[in-house]
């Protein structure tokens, strides 16, 4: 036996099977990613916590020497157990190495990929399809993302898939989640209506949404151009059209609103449907102008969406 296989079993360590399925858990609670153990030490602290080790178990450490440099390197044997498991699960392709991370997102992290995103939902009892609606990223989706975000917006845009041919594959249900990600990160999760920004308690569903402006049923595209981040009440007034938006991003309201019955459109004492004829209502925006929508979309909504 090994100097490190006798030690992980001296201190009665965990098993490094177990040790993948808790880094599997702990990458879906940080939604998809989390950094390398060296430069993170409430990842290390917090898997740590769900075997609870003992402070001997945390504090052991290994020597390496080397005799031709008279020095001699230490390491402590859980970050060793850590990284091990994390290299196991890289080498079946459950996860992305920090290397490989950081050319997506300039982050040195260790990332699910969507065979580790399936097996996690896996441990965890979750059902398959909750994959659409959690914020958890994927290397592949962020793949995608990648490449929505490079461009600069192009001075004419049509905002209309190509083909008319509707098939859902593999590819389509990853740009969707991606074009839903990027579309709330661009927004910083808030409402461009009213700003409403919450998630649930445990933080694995935000109540913002990512909206098309031509609608996926017109065939509209899944990119940052032709989105928004609105809540879901804003969200469904957008897609029915008692609002729409102006060239320069101010809310332009139907007349119709006026002429509402009195309980219409209200919580308790507040006027949800008539704060959208607020004179001048500039929506929030993302501060990159290359990821705010198309005028091109915006006007496609104007003329076939708003009811005037």
Known sequence: MSY?????????MPARREVEQALLRSLFKHNGTIKEFGGDEQ??????????????????????????EGRVKKSYLWHRLLFRAADSLANENFISRPTQTFLLTNKKEWMLTEKGYSRAL????????????????????????????????????????????????????????????????????????CGMKIHSPNGSSWEVEAAHIV?????????????????????????????????????????????????????????????????????LLPKDRHMRPHLAAIRWHRENIFSL
């Open 215 to 283: 609608p996926r049923g017109a065939n509209g595209k899944d990119d940052i151009w032709n989105g928004l981040a609105l809540c879901r009440l804003h969200h469904w007034a957008f897609d029915v059209g008692w609002f729409t938006l102006t060239d320069n991003f101010r809310i332009l309201a139907s007349d119709k609103i006026k002429s509402l019955p009195d309980d219409y459109g209200k919580f308790g004492n507040f006027d949800f449907m008539k704060q959208l004829n607020r004179e001048d209502l500039l929506i």
């Open 4 to 12: 490190e296989g006798k030690m992980l079993e001296d201190l009665k």
């Open 43 to 68: 990842i290390v602290s917090e898997i740590a916590d769900d075997f609870g080790l003992s402070a001997e178990q945390r504090a052991a450490f290994l020597e390496t020497i080397y005799r031709k």
């Open 122 to 193: 896996e441990i965890l009892n979750i059902p398959l399809h909750q994959k659409e609606n959690l914020p958890v990223k994927s290397y592949e989706v962020q793949k995608i993302i990648k490449s929505l975000v490079v461009k600069e917006m192009p001075k004419r845009y049509y905002p209309f898939e190509r083909s008319t041919i509707k098939r859902v594959t593999q590819e389509t249900k990853l740009r969707s989640r991606a074009f839903r990600l990027l579309i709330k990160e661009a927004y910083n999760y808030k409402c461009a209506v």
